[in-house]
């Protein structure tokens, strides 16, 4: 049994609770949808993680110019993002949706349809929810629980000076999909390609877990916002400065730096751990003891390849 | 260390996010607001809980008629209800909030402090979140975590034929505060009482847990939509039927049974249980074999007296 709750002020959407309970599997460890709360075993050495991320109508989407399939998707994919910064194992997740009754026929089943493929994908189960309407802009929310070894989480705290700053893809191409999206779509199999970086992210969470279980990587997050906002934030969590390649094989675009969206790990390593790193990344920069940020205008070798 | 995300989008709120960091105590067991995700501790023989509830302006609250203070308060107190609904022990909660521009000068401070007030009351952390910003109308998502024993967790399935149907305290209360506070605002005392009721209910938390330790007690949920659909949910869950008071010394006003948001708990139990319970409560109904839900009209006696 699985569970999520309706609220009864939407219409009474009983037929769209049943019809989830339809779609999504349930695990025997879990029970979820259909009772007031979801109920997860624990184990003793291990951890919760717990995580939460919304998006909001005409702030970070436009419905008219958004897939449901792809929204959907998304919606668990930024979760899953911040689960993978930790180096975590998402086990579950919990979905509300604000849904203004405008929404054309059938667009909430597609939405579903790309929750439960994500939920697939990535093994997690989702466990609970609440539905209510709303006047007019669609809400969702998203709550992930997760669990890691005991004192294995990797935070943003652990930068040590002498770190090399490395990520684990391209950044740039969720935003130059965003660009074509906004400029009136896809014309060929490369825009396709940005476009679906865009809306179809696909969380770090393999490459976390790995990355958690290497005794040098010292600190790690997601790339939501751009590495020249997020480096600031490892920067200030750890009291180290960094000095940033400006120009990288890892860059893409115009808005590598700053154009957010990526779901790329951004962590930090012991230079005597990096080459032996069991997952594809490239170098972008270094951890100072200065407690400045320093770009520097040069080029780097990228360490691994492109994988996807 | 605690954590809350922020969204770059909404203009860098880290002014905000630091004052919540000043205005919450942490613990030392819970990591939270400050990186990507919360770290909770597991321990073998405990199951989570986990459960999420959101409320929209202008479905669940009208914000010019609402202080802001209480739907702080409220805003977890919903969520504390289903987890005091399953017999769990909340430990730390997660808030996200999409915020329009024009909210008044003050109002999320105010808002800030009720949540802390209800957070440090049912001793719950706030262990991270989310902030957006929103076109037009506010949206607050709130997602609790918390435990119980192993198998100790109290589900709407356990229902049994015979068991006497009980609630928590007086129900109607919260719909007549509604009433109040629609028609004009609260012109006495009494009215005052009920107004409070429906802001600021207080979730049974404690009652919850007791509950759940008594092994004659069989299935619990917390009311939100009202008796009159709620025992439907438990009927369906345990596959029973059920016989109810319409008329009941628990209830108060005309909504008593249709009216919602009285947060208190329903529960079954075995008669040879109720007498010796732990928690004040009355009896409104029995369990049935019927699968059929009958309102009968008679008056009982209550069990326990008022406790507020």
Tied chains: 1, 2.
């Excluded at 975590?88 to 909430?108: D, E, F, I, T």
């Excluded at 002498?162 to 825009?191: H, K």
Aim: charged share 25%; aromatic share 8%; with cysteine.
């Amino acid at each position: 049994m699985t569970y999520m709750k309706e609220d009864i002020r939407s219409g009474g959407e009983f037929g769209f609770i049943s019809e989830i309970r339809k779609m999504f599997p349930e695990k025997t460890s879990i029970k979820g949808i259909g009772d007031d709360c979801a109920i997860l075993p624990q184990r003793s050495g291990l951890s919760t993680l717990m995580s939460t991320d919304m998006l909001v109508e005409d702030i970070h989407f436009i419905l008219s110019k958004t897939d449901p399939f792809r929204l959907g998707w998304k919606s668990l994919a930024v979760n899953l993002s911040d689960m993978a910064a930790m180096g975590g194992k998402p086990v579950a997740s919990l979905l509300s949706l604000a849904l203004p009754s405008n929404l054309p026929a059938g667009w909430l089943e597609r939405f579903m349809e790309g929750y439960r493929d994500i939920s697939a994908r990535y093994d997690t189960v989702l466990a609970g929810g609440d539905t209510s309407s709303s006047k007019d802009r669609l809400f969702i929310s998203v709550a992930v629980v997760g669990e890691c070894p005991e004192g294995g989480a990797l935070t943003r705290a652990g930068a040590r000076p002498g770190d090399l700053v490395c990520v684990t893809g391209i950044l740039g191409e969720s935003a130059a999909g965003l660009d074509i999206i906004l400029g009136g779509g896809a014309r060929n199999e490369e825009d396709l390609r940005l476009v679906r970086r865009h809306f179809m992210p696909e969380p770090r969470v393999r490459e976390g877990q790995l990355l958690a279980s290497v005794p040098g990587v010292h600190s790690m997050m997601d790339l939501s916002d751009g590495v020249a906002s997020d480096i600031r934030r490892i920067m200030e969590e750890s009291s180290v400065g960094a000095e940033m390649d400006s120009r990288n094989p890892a860059y893409f675009g115009e808005h590598a730096l700053d154009g957010g969206e990526d779901y790329e790990l951004l962590f930090t390593v012991d230079p005597s751990a990096q080459k032996s790193l069991p997952v594809e990344h490239f170098v972008i920069g270094k951890i100072t003891d200065s407690g400045r940020l320093v770009w520097r205008d040069s080029d780097r070798d990228f360490c691994g390849f492109r994988h996807f």
